[in-house]
């Protein structure tokens, strides 16, 4: 399916709500998705999928997320067909979230933000994983970042319900592909993603250049630490790193805890070394200070 002009009329067949598509967001292997808006103001974002079926297993999981996190505005807006060009095609409307991919998002705001973000992603893949689900397609594009380093994931289409197979995923953060482990979805595989996603963000370069080079035989996880050993910005982090690659977190609420604490023993000076690196001091600082306005100190959570 082509993409769709700006001022497409997007009307539901069964609940009769009409959406005007104001700009394409994303094109995916299942969908097409949009910002549109709702009357007279831009209020969600519409996916229009490519099978009922696939589009449903979003559906699903969004509606699961919606249930299990009581509390919170809605997710999921609206599920309905509609006629687009002559044909009738699914599609479903969700909350719109503003926002960057990660690597976008250190590249404009910094790397310091490594913290806050960093926890904050952690925190949202626990609640997906309690309520049953793992995401699978961990990657930069599919972790938009907002103002002062809000996270939410987008594109739940290589969701998988924990145990199942992974559904969906892309090679150089997949654990099978570094002989890491296997594809069925449990929380260490979002880890092991995210892992990569952090050397992807700050050292993509040489980690590209390592998955094109190294024949299958030699891909390891000892592969990725030996990047994580050689990059300043990273060093902080590699007793988590080396766990999550390891598969040794036994929640990403623990993993969680273990990426605060790291943080706090990098924010300690060694000794004979009164001063700490400016990017490490404001891994934590720029949360503290952002914390008066946003009452969300997460460092004492």
Avoid at 280 to 291: E, F, K
Wanted: charged letters at 25%.
């Amino acid at each position: 399916m082509q993409a769709l002009p700006k001022g497409t009329e997007i009307r539901g067949k069964w609940n009769g709500k009409t959406y005007r598509l104001e700009r394409l967001l994303g094109l995916g292997a299942n969908g097409q998705v949009y910002l549109a808006a709702a009357g007279n103001r831009v209020s969600c974002a519409i996916k229009l999928g490519l099978e009922a079926a696939e589009l449903q297993g979003e559906v699903n999981i969004l509606a699961s997320l919606d249930h299990f996190e009581k509390g919170r505005a809605p997710f999921l807006l609206d599920v309905d067909d509609a006629e687009v060009n002559g044909r009738q095609i699914p599609f479903y409307a969700m909350k719109y979230v503003p926002g960057v991919p990660l690597k976008e998002y250190l590249k404009r705001h910094g790397s310091h933000w490594i913290g806050v973000v960093g926890y904050r992603l952690l925190e949202r893949l626990a609640q997906l994983h309690e309520a049953g689900w793992v995401f699978g397609d961990v990657k930069s594009d599919n972790v938009l970042v907002g103002d002062y380093g809000r996270v939410e994931l987008v594109d739940y289409g290589g969701a998988s319900a924990i145990g199942r197979s992974v559904r969906q995923f892309t090679e150089i953060y997949d654990r099978g592909y570094w002989s890491a482990g296997s594809r069925t979805a449990d929380p260490g595989y979002d880890l092991f993603a995210v892992g990569v996603l952090w050397l992807h963000a700050l050292d993509g370069k040489r980690l590209v250049q390592l998955s094109r080079t190294l024949i299958p035989q030699n891909r390891h996880p000892r592969e990725l630490m030996k990047l994580v050993k050689s990059n300043p910005r990273l060093m902080p982090l590699e007793s988590w790193m080396e766990k999550a690659f390891a598969g040794r977190f036994a929640s990403a609420r623990e993993s969680g805890r273990e990426w605060r604490e790291a943080l706090r023993e990098a924010q300690k000076p060694k000794a004979g070394d009164d001063r700490v690196p400016g990017w490490m001091a404001g891994l934590l600082g720029a949360a503290i200070v952002l914390s008066t306005t946003l009452a969300a100190i997460w460092l004492l959570q």
